[in-house]
């Protein structure tokens, strides 16, 4: 009784881009989408006094983003009209960011997915960011 329940649906998670900030759209429907920030890099600092080693927090890694999504002919090539270009970013989390939205800048490049039997074709929106990712502020 009385407690308060933490947890949110990936449902309504949208991915949006724009060449600039005031024309960001929907991409296209996601399907998965990756961690958002990096765990920090460990700098070693034992020194000869220590018995173990001892580290300070470093620059957080960051490796491309990979968005899956269902393959459909006609958003892969109206994504391809953008592809490679600078741009704006923005993930959020429930209908019209309620959870949370998360920007960055970078650019990103389209690949259609390795498919098997009994399958939906896939595509993945593979984004470089080159701005810290942040949750924009209320």
């Known amino acids: 009784?009385?407690?308060i329940l933490m947890a949110?649906?990936?449902i309504h998670t949208t991915l949006k881009f724009g060449t600039v900030k005031e024309s960001l759209t929907k991409?296209?429907?996601i399907t998965s989408y990756p961690d958002l920030?990096?765990?920090p890099e460990n700098i070693e600092v034992t020194d000869l006094d220590c018995e173990q080693?001892?580290?300070v927090p470093g620059v957080k890694?960051?490796?491309t983003m990979e968005f899956e999504a269902n393959y459909?002919?006609?958003v892969y090539q109206t994504l391809t009209a953008n592809e490679k270009a600078d741009g704006y970013f923005e993930l959020e989390f429930g209908t019209n960011g309620a959870d949370?939205?998360?920007e960055w800048q970078g650019m990103y490049t389209l690949s259609v997915l390795g498919g098997g039997t009994n399958e939906a074709r896939k595509m993945k929106i593979v984004v470089t960011p080159s701005t810290d990712i942040k949750l924009q502020s209320a």
Do not use: N, W, Y
């Open 8 to 10: 949110r649906s990936t």
């Open 27 to 29: 991409m296209c429907p």
């Open 37 to 39: 920030i990096g765990t």
């Open 72 to 74: 459909d002919k006609t």
């Open 100 to 102: 949370g939205v998360f």
């Open 61 to 63: 890694a960051l490796d």
């Open 1 to 3: 009784k009385g407690e």
């Open 53 to 55: 080693q001892t580290f």
